[in-house]
């Protein structure tokens, strides 16, 4: 098997699966730099999205990854990565030999490493490669990946992850270590948002003016990323989903099931998904994720700006 | 009264009490502002390492404030600043009619506010005033300071917040503010470090090169100024006290007191808080706050550089 570094003069030939907002812009990203790109979602609105970008659509995973050396998943979860790869119209029926499966759905590092031993029995590489940014940063190309797998998978995935990333940590040769950071990233993400939103809450249940809380907690040690880029949708009451409660009861939840397993305690955890739960059962799970700041509105009997005293839904 | 801001000619005369760490480098930025400072410990030693330096030391705090145009009172709590103001040989007794106290001790604001009034009922100026940033900045006079007071307390106080402060957020004219203020910050502050500390122990226990996971999340939204800070500490294997475990029991404490009686639902501090408590029965009280990091590998069975099974205390 030649990797694709070694022969320049060939296009690239890419599957996209899943073209939400984070798997359309990586498509985008990949076809600008010059790669041949079919996508490919199961809602068939997204496909067409893409086709009227001047994109290629295809109806099945396994249609869109026909002689393709690089294959990108962009789905929400293991069950569906599972699915893209080996369900009926799977991507390895059709894939190129010696063709890499990309990726990208935060997943348990070991379910990854399962994955990976599945792919290259079958003769193709993986790659271990989730992502970090959010829609805009797919969309321009510069997203953050932290990727683990074989030489050989890094080579093969290497026109694809440049059009896609600004910045690409090589996190070693086994699949499960990109998916082992990517879980802890998500461990820190999803407390901060939970601190970020008790806190401003309090602030207001004290009556303190929050432009100035922002302004102070931002210049102070109290900051995180997490603060400063979700509270400002608490100051302008609009919790429009950029990212969802649900995406955190999942991520928090897989956490919570792999220190579980591993006999470690995490009470920060706990307590935050306790309170990403209640949101969703409360009836915001496809709000935003700042939406934990309406719930400790809503227990607590606190004004937020934009919101009446009963929380919009 | 006539505020010292009328008066420019006149050398202000300053008290500091408490000189530990912050209130040490807090009275030698006032002194080399110009400002004639005295300064009062509990502790002799302290007093002496101040007199060391050519300050001027006193017997109790009526002695250092005798005169004085301002007093900056940098003790650890709210009990320490009642006894500071109105105990035996308190500044009340000595300071001059129409200075200010500036209080900067971490505290409840209802306890602030009471304070205030019980100041001005004698004729004296109160400015809540607590203070982010830590040791190196108090020397260097660049401390956060987070302030509300009357206008006239600010007038009395500015020479001494000038000598002090980088940045001085002035947040009003009652006193309770600035402390609220201060206690969103802890409330954050307290949280990320159990969080880094949760987060970065995970990392251990999976076996990840923990020097990369500082790397990849302090560029990732996972990062928070306290990950980015406290962590190093762990990677270096290194607990002695910066700041301690008991300031986050003390603080997040009262967080959740406040919280309690205002009927409002902290339940990532009331995690937090818990682990603060562990660490301190564990015996590591007096130990830097990222001793929470052992404490997490002491329940876990997991290695950190520089520790062995045991934990060291």
């Excluded at 109806?59 to 369900?87: C, H, R, W, Y």
């Excluded at 026109?159 to 820190?188: R, V």
Aim: with cysteine.
């Amino acid at each position: 098997m030649s990797s694709l570094s070694e022969a320049p003069g060939r296009t690239v030939v890419a599957a996209v699966i899943g073209l939400g907002s984070m798997g359309l812009g990586m498509a985008r990203s990949m076809k600008r730099a010059g790669l041949d790109v079919t996508g490919y979602d199961i809602a068939p609105t997204a496909v067409d999205r893409f086709i009227a970008d001047g994109g290629r659509g295809a109806a099945t995973p396994a249609n869109a990854a026909k002689d393709a050396d690089i294959v990108v998943s962009v789905v929400v979860n293991s069950a569906q990565t599972e699915a893209v790869l080996f369900g009926a119209g799977g991507v390895t029926e059709t894939m190129r030999p010696g063709a890499v499966f990309v990726s990208s759905a935060t997943m348990d590092p070991a379910v990854a490493r399962d994955l990976s031993q599945r792919v290259e029995a079958l003769g193709f590489h993986y790659l271990d490669a989730p992502v970090s940014g959010g829609a805009a940063k797919a969309e321009s190309g510069e997203l953050t990946i932290m990727a683990s797998g074989s030489p050989r998978a890094f080579d093969t995935a290497r026109p694809a992850l440049h059009a896609m990333a600004g910045k690409i940590y090589e996190l070693g040769d086994a699949a499960g270590t990109g998916a082992a950071f990517k879980m802890i990233n998500q461990l820190l993400a999803g407390v901060h948002i939970a601190a970020a939103c008790e806190a401003i809450t309090f602030a207001a249940k004290q009556g303190l003016d929050l432009d100035k809380v922002y302004e102070v907690i931002t210049a102070s040690a109290g900051n995180s990323w997490m603060f400063e880029n979700r509270i400002p949708h608490v100051l302008a009451g609009n919790y429009a989903p950029l990212s969802t409660i649900e995406i955190f009861v999942k991520d928090l939840g897989i956490v919570q099931d792999m220190a579980r397993s591993e006999r470690y305690p995490v009470p920060l955890v706990a307590a935050a998904l306790q309170m990403y739960l209640a949101a969703s059962g409360a009836g915001m799970g496809r709000d935003d994720d700042s939406s934990l700041a309406r719930l400790y509105a809503q227990l607590s009997g606190t004004q937020l700006p934009g919101l009446s005293g009963k929380p919009q839904s």
